[in-house]
């Protein structure tokens, strides 16, 4: 069969950098899928292209069928019972049917089924020609391409990333015209798809890999030129990847009094700002930058003077603010925080940070943390709020913290209260970086659940998407960091604490408040947990209880790891059995268990093996031995019970008698549900 | 490259802009944040005729007073606003002349359309677009709106917003604003240095916040009074003017980040109010 080859090209205003590899992704994706729907065979994969750059989608394929593939379908009619008379004249319905599939009375065949005779015929159905059907399906893919964002920019009602300005289709010698919203035919004359993207390839270079080892042999060329360290930064270089075509390089310079400043700023600064490479050499920054350029017509040395003079400017004021901010004793602007408002009915800055004092000194205690680390840790909290009135911080707000570390350190705090001041932000995300010193970490578990307190303790509600305040952001940062690094705290001390802090400040009473804050959190330790199987062991660990989240974790982290295992089924075929019997039960069932009332030596038995094993089961569970202590509890309960279960009736009509070994079972039952999990939660458990 | 006086290049885009068929009108006489303000744009950009306009509006944004140290940034500066509706496809090439006009060779020099999703949150407004980078200088914010005052819109508007400062620094070459040449060899500096300073000093360390708390809550109450009895121009002169306010708190530091979302949400509330007035009027 006759075979062609294929190219779509999607002209489009710049794209946002990291929607060009999906959508070539999904460009390809899509178009081989329908390709196959549609039954037209083409070159598979090899000499595939499948490229782009920011304001061009490209798409490429070799010898596609120049038609679809014949197609031969059997369609099923009415049974020949009622097609056909007792005579085999053909009946109104048969002729119904033969006359709707547009064949004659002739043509109708009967097959056997296994619910008796039909009738049926073989639809054949001639290939189409390719052309037409990529004019129809085009339109489709292109539409339905899929972004974090799309717009609008004329009536027509064709969504996409940015404007498309216009699309090329050709296959063999044809250019295709389709319709797809108001977007015209790109203009260009006759050429083979081949021609084409060799033209296109001499103007820029479409490869995205290809590029990015361009500008990584470029970027790493200066580097050696300038003897420097043999660092890219990685996500730099790919979103610089997707802002040029045709990459070229240049070594920038600038004044060496601006290496004063924190290497925070500089590199915002040339990164951010102006998406050029720092360069360091033994580990630190020179006055020197990399930067790829885009095209091939420019006058370099007129355009790298204006990249140094811009990026002088800059620094120059960034030294300014960094002059201004270090004239005065950091601590001055202690005073300064009162004036700041943290939120208007929570009070000031000022304010937050003497809870803070309070609240990560009760932390200290709690953890059993004593000398100069506490010292440091108070210390680090006085002033954790402190860059927030300095220009630096005004001009660059993502360097809060980082600035109060430098300016601290500057100013003569110690190491640790300058590390704790810059990490107490941390994490930023649940992808971001976690504090890494102790003192960065408990500094930022109170920050983060003063933060979770006041905002919720004003009334604000999280729902979804609508988070204006941060509290998600807060509590998942919370529990990341009280995880990382094992502090052992109990959550209800924790929330109480923080709430008696704020005084009368609060719209909600303490204890409904207090209910909401530790509902938030359970909520997020659940979603942190991930996906964990059996799906209901999640739920049944944390209903036990996440007040001590560093144990929450560790329980969900040892079952899960003996789910399949024989002890583990056991020890939840335990609990559910005796959670079964107590849900029966209709009155109050006792706490404790009396000797006395035990007349069948079956549960005398029992009890015997719950007075023997309780103490070492509850000193595994001490240990936060989980594994242990659910073998034990298998090896203690499972048989006897299992016995006792089929020999003592538990709900006898006499009282005294049913409530007592109602007792027992719920005993045994909270030995483990109260401490470890709840495991009746997990349906259909079977020891095998 | 011919050094053109900032004068010059206002009446070059002038030129230029109206040469495309757009409407040139004179600032608005208020304080307002960029040209986007502008009943230029925020009203005409809503319904479903074609308009074009050009102007110069004169903006203010007191956090970013710098008491004339800063090269790059002022509370007070000059938008160059264009506003175009329905968008043009060739929006982009026609941008790119309106450089050269201004003597910007666009082919020696680098020209970037960095990805830049614009948000007026206080006038409830979004577009998606991009920033203009000439050699790595942020010189024009390029939207394509999408919503004006919480209304989704049919019509799409292209915003073209050049910052007259940042473009005179590239065609004079001086990368320090106070230098520039306004006209006939007075500087830039000589202009507005004074003036710079002391709306610093006011907007940073002397705005009497109890004065402006007290008039955000009158403006806004007058704002939603004139709203009812269907004066939308006076009505929006007041979200305006609430709007400033909110920003001079927000420069002294009366405003936590915690609490900006709140004030804003009622600029925007009062936004709307207006956009939908104007619609059904």
Known sequence: M??????????????PVSYIRPALEQLC?????????????????????????????????????????????????????????????????????AKAQGVEPEDLRVKTTQRGEYLFIEKK????????????????????????????????????????????VLFG????????????????????????????SKETLLDPDNRKNKIRKLILKAISSLGADRHIDEALLEEVNFLVDWPGVFVGEFDKKFLTLPEEVLRVSMAKHQRVFPVSKKGRLLNKFIAITNGRSLDIRAVKKNYEKILEARLQDSLFFFDEDTKKPFTENLRQLKDLIFQKDLGSMFEKTQRLKTLSFFVCEKLGLEGSLKKDIERAAELSKTDLVTHMVGEFPSLQGVMGGAYALKAGET?????????????????????????????????????????????????????????????????????NKSLRLKTDEFIEHSIGLYGDKLKLPSSELKARVTGYIEDRIDFLAGDIRPLELKKAVLNTGCLDIVDAFNRLGELSSISGRRDFLEAAKVVERTSNI??????????????????????????????????????LIEKEDYVSATREYADAFYKVLHEFFDNVLVNVDEEAVRLNRLALMKKINKLYSDRIADLALIPQIVVK | MEKLTFVEVISKLNDFWSGQGCTLVQPLDAEVGAGTFHPATFFKSLGPESWKTAYVQPSRRPTDGRYADNPLRMQFYYQYQVLVKPTPLDIKETYLKSLSALGVDTKKHE????????????????????????????????????????????????????????VCMFIQNKFNVFELEWQGGVTYGELHTKHEIEYSKYNFDEADIDMHLRLFESFEKEAKALAERGLVYPAYSFVLKASHVFNVLDARGAVSQNERPRYIGRIRALAKLCAELYLTK
Not at chain 1, 76 to 89: S, T
Not at chain 1, 453 to 460: N, Q, R, S, Y
Not at chain 2, 120 to 148: K, N, R
């Open chain 1, 415 to 483: 190491p640790e209260t300058a590390a704790a001041i810059k990490e107490h932000y941390l994490p930023h995300g649940t992808e971001d970086m976690l504090p890494k010193s102790l003192a960065g970490s408990i500094l930022a578990v109170s920050d983060k659940m003063d933060n979770i307190v006041g905002f919720l303790g004003m009334g604000v509600e999280v729902s979804g998407s609508f988070d204006p305040f941060g509290i998600r952001r807060n509590a998942q940062g919370l529990i990341q960091v009280i995880k």
């Open chain 1, 582 to 619: 107590l849900k029966g039960a209709k009155e109050k069932v006792p706490e404790d268990v009396d000797e006395e009332l035990l007349r069948e030596e079956l549960e005398r038995a029992v009890w015997k093996v719950y007075a023997g094993s309780k103490n070492r089961i509850e000193g």
């Open chain 2, 111 to 166: 020209v970037r359309f960095v990805e830049d999703d614009w948000e007026s949150p206080t006038l409830g407004a979004s577009g998606l677009g991009w920033e203009v980078w000439l050699d790595s200088l942020e010189i024009t914010q390029f939207t394509y709106f999408q919503q004006i005052g919480g209304k989704e819109l049919d019509k799409i508007s292209c915003e073209i917003t050049y910052g007259l400062e940042r």
């Open chain 1, 2 to 15: 006759k075979k062609s080859d294929f190219l779509l090209e999607i002209n489009v205003q710049e794209l």
């Open chain 1, 29 to 97: 994706r899509d178009f081989l899928k329908v390709l196959d729907e549609f039954n037209i065979e083409y070159d598979k994969k090899e000499n595939l292209v499948s490229a782009g750059t920011k304001d061009r989608l490209l798409f490429y394929i070799k010898d596609v069928s120049a038609k679809q593939k014949d197609s031969c379908r059997e369609i099923i009619g009415p049974p020949k019972r009622i097609a056909f008379d007792e005579k085999g004249k053909i009946t109104k319905q048969g002729a119904g049917f």
């Open chain 1, 125 to 168: 159905t001639k290939g189409r020609d390719t052309r037409d059907v990529l004019r129809e399906i085009i339109p489709g893919i292109i539409e339905g391409m899929r972004f974090p964002k799309t717009m609008k920019w004329d009536d027509s009602g064709l969504r996409f990333a940015r404007p498309v300005e216009s699309v090329l």
């Open chain 1, 173 to 200: 010698k044809d250019k295709l015209e389709i319709k797809l919203g108001k977007v015209l035919s790109k203009k260009v004359e006759s050429i083979e798809p081949k021609a084409y993207l060799r033209r296109v």
